[in-house]
Structures are given as C-alpha cells and as structure tokens.
C-alpha cells in the first residue's frame, strides 16, 4: 500500500513536471517580440513585429520629407516599385507592397466569376468603394508615399504606441485627390488628324485619337483619358515643373471597372522642346511624367503695374502623344493637349 501511494506520487510529479515544461515551451513561443533595427535614408528605426516604430510624429513627418526629396513619389503620383527596393528595408512589407502586389494580379481575379470576392478578401486592407460601376482596390491613405512607411494594416508605432493612419473613407476623398475616372465620355468616333503642333508629327503608328482634357475615352473593355499637373514651382529649388498623368481602366466581369498592371509609352513637347522622349512606364494607372520647364518653353507676359513690384503671368502650351499595350486601344495614337499659367514675382 505505501509502495502505491509512493508510486501515485511520483507519477503525479512527473505530470506536473511534464505540464510545467509544456507550458514554459507554449510560453516562449507565444512571446512574440521580434525587433531589428533598420536605416532609412540616415535615420535609424526599430523594426517592432513587422511595424516600423518611431520616436515622435514629428520624427515620422520629417522622414517623409527626406523620402520626397528623392522624387520618386508625389501626392497623386504612384512609384511602381516596392518599399523593400525603394526604402531598401528588407523584412518590410508595407501597405503600398500589398498595393503593388494587388495591381499585379487584379486581371486573374476581376475576369472571372467569384474572382473579385476573392480578392476583396485577399487585399481586405485596401479600400474598396464599389461606386457605381467602379470597383477598384485604391490605397486607403491620401499620401501614397506615406504607404511605403506603414505596415500591412495602415499602421506604425509612434512614442511605443500603435498609430493606424489611414485616412481615406470616402468616394468623395479619391474624387477630390484626382484619382477617379471622370464622368464626361468622348466618342472614339472623334477620331482626328494631328494637330499643327510639331508640324504634324505623329511619333507613333496607329490611328490618332483627340482626347480631351478629364473626359474619358472607353472602347470595348477599357477606358483611357489623361490629366495634368499644373505649371508650379515643386520640392526645394526655383525650377518650374509640370506633368502628364495617363489612367486607364478595364472591365471584368459582370461590367465590373478596375485598376490594374500595364504599359504605356509617352512623348510630351512644350514651346518646341521634347521633355518626354518616347518613355515607357507600367504600373497601375496613373502613369506619370514629371518635368521640368526650360525658360524659353514659357510664354511670358509682362504684368505692368505703376509703382508696384513686377509680375508675369507664364504660361505653358504642351502636346503628349500615348500609346497603351491594352489589346483594345493598340490600335491608337492618343493626342492630349494642355495649357496651364501661373503668375510670380522677381
């Protein structure tokens, strides 16, 4: 009998001993706090659980400011490359990745029936405002650069806390940041020859089509219309710039429209000079040109005021011819003119 109750003992101690090291082994693995440290651009940062932390919101400000400076995104233009090749953070997949990744693989899912259900839930971060018959995947901050600094969710760490900064809600706010389609349509029976711009050249094959200005263009299953950023002074320097936008959407299925992955190529001349030279981008719309203006491109007019400062009003006059790797729109050479001014002081 004693012999038992020795035996029960030192079984039950054995269980005991069993369950502690389970539960110290279910412990350590449920203890979750990978950190690194990371540089971006000269400014050191943790890497906490995936999520870049940072000391203070002023600190957070003043990296995306330094990230700007380098030129490879603007409040409504998008860089095609991920925030691991561009921030060269490895370990990183921010929202603007998850965006990309997106993009890339939109035509597998929106073509087919179920497909967009399925990819709604795959990029469940993104926004999705299913307005009218635009079903889109936008990133769900205003700041597309801001993107490539927050982690999956739309978040960061700031002063230790976790800080979700997506800020975009609404149909309205994308209308408003320009990156909707426009509700005017032309008809590509508008089919035209070249203006007299550039004597005529037309720097593509194809028959060229007019567009015009914030009107869309669809035929059969895509849409193609452009947009411009206006003359202005832009980052640190004097340099008057400006820029082309060319957006482009697809049907999927059950009349669905949709962003996705493509090619464009793009020449843009300005009062003679050819600032865009038959370049190639692809990427989700938008594509952008920026560019800077030579003085001789303006158009100047003296603005004499008796016994005040000088102004002049500038202005520029461009022509951007575009062509699109779409089955649909190859057949065309897209012709966008555009003026814009501004008025400075010396």
């Known amino acids: 009998m004693k012999k038992s109750k020795v035996l029960i003992k030192c079984v ?8 502690s090291m389970v539960s110290c082994d279910q412990s350590e ?21 995936k999520t870049l932390s940072f000391d203070n919101e002023q600190s957070l400000k003043n990296l995306l400011s330094e990230i700007k400076k380098i030129g490879f995104s603007t409040t409504r233009s998008s860089s095609t490359g991920s925030s691991t090749e561009l921030l060269q953070l490895d370990g990183f997949h921010s929202l603007y990745d998850t965006y990309v990744d997106a993009m890339l693989n939109a ?12 990819f709604k839930k795959k990029y469940s971060s993104l926004y999705f405002p299913e307005h009218e018959d635009d079903f889109s995947a936008y990133l769900p901050v205003s700041d597309p650069m801001l993107a490539h600094l927050l ?32 509700e005017e349509e032309i008809s590509v029976s508008k089919e035209s020859s070249i203006s007299n711009t550039r004597a ?8 060229p089509v007019v567009l015009e200005l914030k009107k869309r ?19 640190n320097t004097p340099q008057l710039s400006a820029g082309l936008e060319i957006c482009f959407r697809k049907k999927g299925f059950l009349g669905a429209w949709y962003n996705h992955w493509a090619l464009t190529k793009a020449t843009v001349g300005v009062g003679g000079f050819r600032l865009v030279d038959n370049v190639t981008k692809d990427g989700p ?20 005021r008796p016994g005040e400062p000088p102004m002049f009003e500038k202005h520029i006059y461009g022509e951007a011819q575009f062509i699109s790797d779409a089955a649909d729109l190859r057949p065309y050479v897209f012709i966008a003119h555009f003026h814009s001014s501004l008025i400075q002081s010396y």
């Open 12 to 19: 039950f101690m054995a269980i005991v001993i069993s369950l």
């Open 29 to 49: 693995i449920g203890v979750e706090t990978p950190q690194e440290t990371t540089n971006i651009m000269g400014t050191k940062l943790d890497l906490v659980n």
């Open 107 to 118: 035509e597998s899912y929106y073509d087919r029936e179920g497909g967009y259900e399925e």
């Open 151 to 182: 982690n999956n969710n739309g978040e960061v760490i700031i002063a230790g806390k976790t800080v979700n900064m997506k800020d975009v809600f609404s149909y309205k706010q994308l209308e408003e940041l320009g990156l909707t389609p426009p």
């Open 200 to 207: 005529g050249n037309l720097y593509y094959p194809g028959t």
């Open 217 to 235: 263009m669809t035929y059969n299953n895509r849409r193609i219309w452009f947009d411009h950023f206006t003359l202005g002074v832009r980052g």
């Open 285 to 304: 719309s938008s594509h952008n040109h920026m560019f800077d203006i030579p003085g001789r491109a303006l158009v100047v007019k003296d603005l004499f």
